[in-house]
C-alpha cells in the first residue's frame, strides 16, 4: 500500500461526539475530508445539522444525531440509529468534554467552595462522557473484529493547570483509560481496535475565551501567559488537529495504539527558560 493510500479513510463510517464544537466540528470535517461518512454527535441538533451541511456541501458524507454522551439510554438509542443508517462503526472520536464556571476557582470562589453539582459536571462530561461511548460503540467494534478510538486529553494532564482543578483530574484520568483501553481491546478482542488519545494545547473556544482573550480581543494575563509558554507564539488554530486525527484513525498508524500526541506547538515539551 503506498503512503498516500494508507491515509484515506474511505469507505468508513466515523462517529464524532462533541461534534458541533469548535474542535469537535474541525475533526469531524478533517476525517470527512479523507472519505469517511461523518456522524455528527452531541446534545444541540441545530449545531450538529449545521456541521453535517457544511460537510456535505464541501463534498463529503455525513449526517446529524442528538445524543447525551453522558446517558446510557441515548447512546443505545443513537446505536440502534447509526447501525440501521450505515450498518458499522469504524472510528469514535469521544470529542464531548469541557469545563464549567463554577468549578473554577478565581479571587470570589476557593477550591473550598466549589459546588459539588459543577465538579460532578465537569467530571462526568469529560470522564464519562468518554467511557460511556467507548462502552457503547467499542462493543460494536469487538463485534467487528477492528476499530479506533480517540480520546480528547489535555495539557492539564501533562501540568495540572491553575484554577481548574475538575478539569485536570478529569483529562488525566482520560489519559489513563486510553492506556488502559488500547490495552484491554488489543488483548482480550482483537489486536486491529486500536485506541489513542490527542492532547490539544490551547485553542481559543467558547468555554476559555473569556479566560485568554478581553473583549477587545487582546490577551487576558493568562492568555499572555500561555503564548509566552508556547514554543511557536501562537494559540491553536481548530485546523490544526485535521492531520493528526486523520493519522490516527487510518491505516497509516496501524502498529500505533496506547499514546497520546501533543498537538500543543511545543508547550508540552518547553520548562520556560
Not at 453535517?52 to 440509529?81: F, H, M, Q, W
Not at 460503540?137 to 467487528?144: D, L, R, S
Not at 480520546?151 to 492539564?156: K, L, Q, T
Not at 511557536?232 to 496506547?258: C, H, I, Q, Y
Request: aromatic share 6%; charged share 15%; with cysteine.
Amino acid at each position: 500500500m503506498n503512503i498516500e493510500a494508507q491515509f484515506k479513510l474511505t469507505d468508513q463510517v466515523a462517529l464524532v461526539t462533541g461534534g458541533g464544537g469548535v474542535l469537535g466540528s474541525a475533526m469531524a470535517h478533517a476525517v470527512a475530508q479523507a472519505g469517511a461518512t461523518v456522524v455528527v454527535m452531541g446534545r444541540t441538533l441545530a449545531k450538529l445539522e449545521t456541521v453535517a451541511n457544511e460537510i456535505v456541501a464541501a463534498g463529503g458524507k455525513a449526517y446529524p444525531i442528538a445524543a447525551d454522551v453522558i446517558s446510557r439510554e441515548s447512546l443505545e438509542a443513537a446505536k440502534t440509529e447509526i447501525l440501521a443508517k450505515s450498518g458499522r462503526v469504524d472510528i469514535l472520536i469521544n470529542g464531548a468534554g469541557g469545563n464549567h464556571p463554577s468549578a473554577t476557582t478565581n479571587p470570589n470562589l476557593s477550591l473550598f467552595d466549589l459546588p459539588e453539582d459543577a465538579m460532578r459536571f465537569v467530571f462526568d462530561l469529560n470522564c464519562l462522557g468518554t467511557i460511556l461511548p467507548s462502552q457503547i460503540f467499542g462493543a460494536v467494534m469487538a463485534k467487528q473484529q477492528t476499530g479506533v478510538i480517540i480520546n480528547i486529553s489535555s495539557m492539564a494532564a501533562y501540568k495540572p493547570l491553575t484554577r481548574v482543578p475538575m478539569y485536570a483530574a478529569a483529562k488525566s484520568a482520560i489519559t489513563n483509560f486510553t492506556f488502559w483501553l488500547a490495552s484491554h481491546m488489543a488483548l482480550e478482542y482483537s489486536p486491529n481496535i486500536r485506541v489513542n488519545a490527542i492532547a490539544p494545547g490551547f485553542f481559543v473556544g467558547e468555554q476559555n475565551r473569556r479566560l485568554l482573550l478581553n473583549e477587545d480581543g487582546s490577551l487576558t494575563p493568562r492568555g499572555q501567559s500561555i503564548i509566552d509558554h508556547t514554543p511557536m507564539n501562537r494559540f491553536g488554530d481548530p485546523e490544526d488537529l485535521g492531520g493528526t486525527t486523520v493519522w490516527l484513525a487510518s491505516a497509516a498508524a496501524k502498529f500505533v495504539t496506547g499514546i497520546v500526541v501533543p498537538v500543543d506547538g511545543g508547550y508540552s515539551a518547553f520548562g520556560g527558560v
